[in-house]
């Protein structure tokens, strides 16, 4: 069976999922997207997408609506199609918006919250989902199996971990980036690396220090660690450095500032 797979709101994290779902035949995938010249790239890079400005069409009990707009935009933007997504399924990848707000907006309580991450686009995304009880093992499968196909999934116990997984995995795509900018950069100022040496030599650093751990599951991170930090060697200097000035707490202090910042957009954007 195929589905109806309407993305609403056509941005970044809209296009991380439908990118790689392209070639998928369980869904047929449309795209709401009313910034006209968005809406214009879409139809360039995705002709065998069909992108509307807006929702003109009711969706059925089996449709499934992917809601991707800015949480600052929600409730407006939901406002103006509720009449018409009354029966589907809504899954939304809005950051800090709580299923109860978006089931006051619409009226309709098949509301599961997702949060994904942009590296899906390459199939390596990694997905919290929480699906409340009246959602059932079938339209279940079916919700997983989007976000299998671009990426792990996680299965939230209840939906406090789809704003938890925030600092974990879809803000912390931007951490990393961060902390490998401090890396590059450096690398440039101060001992002369081209931008484009610095960037190869640090990103497969990066992907090859990941690929390590991916391949060693029974080797505890530390221990991998120890393993490049020699006694009084050149590693242990920078460890130092970093634990000196406190590098962990500035880690969790950002974590805690991202999570407490979903649930402040909870109480503003409802
Ligand atoms: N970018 C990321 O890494 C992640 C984003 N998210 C969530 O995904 C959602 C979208 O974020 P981004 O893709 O980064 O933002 P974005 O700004 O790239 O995409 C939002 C898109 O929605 C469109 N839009 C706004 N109102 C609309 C309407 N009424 N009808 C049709 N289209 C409309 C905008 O023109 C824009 O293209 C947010 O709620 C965010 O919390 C979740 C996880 C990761
Ligand atoms: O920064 C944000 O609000 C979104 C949610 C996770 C990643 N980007």
Partial sequence: MTNKLVFFGGGNMAEAIFSKLKNNPAFKIEIIQNN???????????PEFQIWQTLDSTLDKNDILIIAVKPQHAKEAINAIKEKIKDCIIISVM??????????????????RTMPNTPASLGLGATAIYCPELVTDQEKAIIYSIFEA???????????????????????????????EG???HAVEKYGFTATDARNLVNQTVMGSSAMITSNPNIAIEELRARVTSKKGTTEQGILTFETNGLHDIIAQAMDNCYNRALEMAKEFN
């Fill in 183 to 185: 890396f590059i950069n």
């Fill in 95 to 112: 950051a800090g918006i709580p299923s109860q707000t978006i089931i006051n907006w619409t009226g309709n309580e098949r509301v599961i």
């Fill in 36 to 46: 006209n010249e968005r809406a214009q790239e879409l139809s360039h890079n995705y």
């Fill in 150 to 180: 671009i990426g792990i999934i996680y299965p939230a116990k209840d939906e406090s971990f789809v704003d938890k997984v925030l600092p974990v995995t879809s803000s912390t795509v931007a951490f990393i980036y961060y902390f490998i």
